[in-house]
């Protein structure tokens, strides 16, 4: 089975988010209106949540990539180099924080080719996401 990339990974994480909300929103929000008095900082966490979330909704809308050229090739090289990286990672363990930088980086590239067939999910379900947050603060 091949590994999700970066981008399955979020749509999945997004909609294990959204199913949770969906079914306990009921249950956890008198639970955050009582702790808005013992804990304020729970609103500024459902603030900056949503913040973050519409920051990456507008990532995901910008990325384009339908048009790029050889955007396959690219993916393949970074996908070799994730697995070269892995390898160097135990031969080299004190480069880890270098390693780590350059995968992550690789994540984001190896992906590509799937986000214009993600987008409009990813989107939808960040929007759902946020209108539960929203809700949680009303």
Avoid: R, W
């Amino acid at each position: 089975m091949a590994v999700p990339n970066l981008y399955e990974e979020l749509k999945k994480v997004l909609q294990e988010l959204k199913t949770f909300l969906d079914t306990n929103v009921p249950v956890i929000k008198p639970a955050i209106v009582a702790l808005k008095q013992l804990v304020p900082q729970i609103t500024d966490l459902l603030n900056e949540l949503i913040t973050l979330l519409g920051k990456l909704k507008t990532e995901i809308q910008n990325l384009n990539v339908g048009t790029l050229p050889g955007l396959d090739k690219v993916s393949a090289f970074t996908g070799v180099v994730k697995t070269l990286l892995e390898t160097t990672k135990k031969l080299l363990p004190n480069e880890t924080g270098a390693i780590d930088t350059i995968a992550a980086a690789a994540d984001v590239v190896t992906g590509l080719p799937s986000v214009d067939q993600l987008k409009a999910e990813i989107i939808s379900l960040i929007d759902a996401v946020v209108a539960h947050l929203n809700s949680l603060k009303a």
